[in-house]
């Protein structure tokens, strides 16, 4: 069985409203319109995030990130956000594909996509086609400030005794919690994750204001694991040099976002 784990990402920044007023009932819509739905949720103070059965939403007061994978249809997400909210209170709308590993298996692909949000946003498009492969569609303003993502790492062709028993066996939630040692590498994270039957699993984790997102695709034909979070990459260093000692990846690639001069710059390495 194959399953899609490369992600998909809609960034959407608000003003003139505060997001923690929407209930959950509202962001349930949202992910159902692109073909997911909300398993848990945790929050604090400053940041609220969902654990879907398609990766991740991120909600904090003036922006949300939401992240999706296997077959979903993110624009559908984005297209629902603008008919309900105003144009106005949009500011920032970044809408991303990293090139899936089997493109003909999704519904829609990045130009099929792009023609829809292009009816409703005068954006631009970025693209990138060296050892990275992805496409942007950007709306509105670019500052450090609505960039919230500091790094994504893409893990791709798992091996070592985990990756091993994650194919073979089946391990709970808590199992795979402690293999990943996060406790070791960061401080007083509230954690949310699942463990997918028959294979698959996700977590979030939130401090303060940020979060980290680990998604896990063990499937034999497309072992992959993905990390995205807000933390820095040297606050990171460690902890993606022990996933690389513990899955022994065929391929690693980092990807690292800022915004330079009023547009977003994604270094790959």
Known sequence: MFYEGTEKRLLICTKSLNLF?????????????CGAEILSSIQNTQLKAYLLSESSLFVW??????????????????????????KQQISTLIFQRHQALKPQL???????????????????????RDNYQGDLFVFGEISEKNITTQSIYMLHGLNGKLATQL?????DKQQILEKLKLDVFFDDLIIDHFSFE???????????????????TPEQLSTYLSVETSFSALQC?????????????????????????????????
């Not at 007023?21 to 319109?33: K, S």
């Open 198 to 216: 028959p294979k698959g699993y996700s977590l979030n984790a939130i401090c303060g204001e940020n979060y980290l997102a680990i998604h896990l």
């Open 106 to 128: 999704q519904s829609s692909n990045f130009q099929q996509d792009t023609l829809l949000l292009e009816k409703q946003f005068n954006g631009q498009q970025q693209h990138w």
């Open 237 to 269: 260093t460690d902890f993606i040099t022990y996933l690389q000692q513990l899955f022994l990846p065929n391929d690693l690639k980092q990807l690292h976002l800022k915004s330079d001069s009023k547009r977003l710059n994604i270094s790959v390495f």
């Open 61 to 86: 007061q003036d922006k949300l990130l939401l992240i999706t994978c296997g077959n979903t249809q993110l624009v559908k997400a984005a297209l629902f956000l603008q008919q309900e909210l105003t």
């Open 21 to 33: 007023d929407f209930d959950d009932g509202f962001w349930q819509q949202l992910v159902v319109n």
């Open 167 to 171: 194919q073979t066996e089946t391990l």
